[in-house]
């Protein structure tokens, strides 16, 4: 039960179908949040595996009473993005209509079920009438209670040909192309940039140059020790051009007041980013006047020096990960409970068996998502992140 008693829904008829499941939010004045997550079953060819994705979304959106309108953002999991992107890209989980676009990220993780792909779809419903505009191939903005939401997806060079430009300056072009939309739009990324996903081809040798060329362009953007950063997850990942090193995926609100943004720590349980020299935020709260979402960034098996704890034990590490997840949250007035989704990054595919077991019976029914991503430390084998949602009462704060 969240702050208001004002319940999050886990919907049993969807949890009770192989390759479901949904969590709601419901607000008390600016409508309700879903989302989705959907698996195939493993043994079929791909085209297989993307009817029956396409099938059980649509089951799901049926179920939950949701029109094609009410999608916002879909990211799609695939197990081998250079032979099944062009398949992705035809299927109705992309195409859209003018006067309904969704932003869709297709990144390379592949699905630990054993399928090759694997669906999270998030859906608004609004009592007032919300307007989605796409304004690059790369960027769709929803119009909501006078405010922006910006949803960036698949940024990055395009590159593939055999001398691809090096992952520093990749990086810098991934974000330039999201300052330079949030400045045609009126924003920066200081002030309305409040998540970021990056994806490293090869994390365990690009990371670092991510991350370094990462601080200099926040730098220049005044996003400092000083001021604050952005929650984010950096994960191997790869996208549909070859040669790119780097894909970055955001969301960034414009028009909110100052008040609205805050930022989660929990110093008893985990170190400031800045003390290991890297440049995001452990979370992101953003409050409304009837509900706070509170973006969870990648997080591991870390302790207040940095340090990686249960080396070689995926299980102890995925224990204290939600332990700092949990800390995280209780910072912003959440706790587990009020996550909407769980999407888990595992080093190795041998440890989803047990991963999953152990998360199945912590959080049944929740929209949890298992795929192969390497974290940027090779001693760490595995990384969490979420989305949780709570009910608040200030009405002096903007509607969602």
């Known amino acids: 039960m969240n702050n208001l008693d004002i319940p999050t829904v886990i919907h049993p008829d969807l949890t009770q ?27 079929l060819t791909f085209s297989e595996q993307l009817d029956i994705v396409e099938q059980r979304y649509a089951q799901a959106m049926e179920s939950l009473a ?61 009592p007032a009438p919300f307007v989605k505009q796409r304004i690059s191939p790369q960027h ?28 520093t300056e990749q990086t810098r072009q991934a974000f330039t192309g999201l300052i330079d939309t949030l400045s045609d739009l009126g924003g920066t990324l200081r002030d309305h940039c409040i998540r970021t996903w990056i994806y490293l081809r090869n994390v365990d040798v690009f990371y670092q140059g991510m991350v370094d060329s990462r601080t200099e362009l926040f730098e220049e953007q005044g996003l400092t020790a000083d001021t604050h950063y952005i929650a984010s997850t950096g994960i191997e990942g790869a996208c549909a051009h070859r040669s790119d090193l ?41 409050a ?10 990648g997080t591991a098996s870390i302790d207040t ?32 409970n009020d996550m909407m989704h769980l999407l888990v990054y595992l080093r190795d595919p041998t440890d989803y068996a047990s991963v999953r077991r152990y998360l199945s019976a912590r959080f049944p029914g929740l929209p949890i998502l ?17 989305i949780a949602m709570v009910a608040r009462d200030a009405p002096e704060l903007p509607a969602f």
Not at 140 to 163: M, P, Q
Not at 319 to 330: H, K, Y
């Open 17 to 43: 179908t192989a390759g479901i499941a949904s969590k709601s939010f419901s607000g008390a004045s600016a409508g309700n949040e879903h989302y989705i997550s959907v698996e195939a079953p493993a043994g």
């Open 66 to 126: 949701l029109s094609s309108q009410s999608a916002v953002f879909r990211r799609i999991f695939l197990s081998d993005v250079l032979n099944q992107a062009d398949l992705v890209h035809v299927s109705v989980l992309v195409t859209e209509t003018k006067d309904n676009p969704v932003a869709v990220s297709i990144v390379q993780q592949p699905p630990l079920s054993g399928a090759k792909i694997a669906l999270l779809a998030y859906h608004i419903e609004s």
């Open 140 to 167: 769709v903005i929803i119009g909501k209670s006078g405010l922006r939401h910006l949803w960036s997806t698949r940024l990055c060079t395009g590159a593939s040909d055999a001398s691809p430009p090096p992952v």
């Open 246 to 286: 780097v894909m970055m995926d955001a969301y960034s609100v414009l028009g909110m007041a100052p008040q609205q943004m805050s930022f989660l720590n929990d110093f008893d349980h985990l170190c400031a980013t800045k003390d290991y020299n890297v440049t995001f935020e452990r979370g992101t709260r953003i």
């Open 288 to 297: 409304y006047a009837d509900r706070a979402h509170h973006f969870i960034s």
């Open 305 to 336: 020096a940095g340090r990686v704890v249960h080396p070689g034990d995926v299980l102890k590490q995925l224990g204290l990960a939600l332990t700092n997840v949990d800390a995280l949250l209780r910072a912003g007035a959440a706790g587990l």
């Open 370 to 386: 298992i795929v192969q991503g390497a974290v940027c430390r090779p001693d760490w084998l595995i990384e969490v992140e979420c």
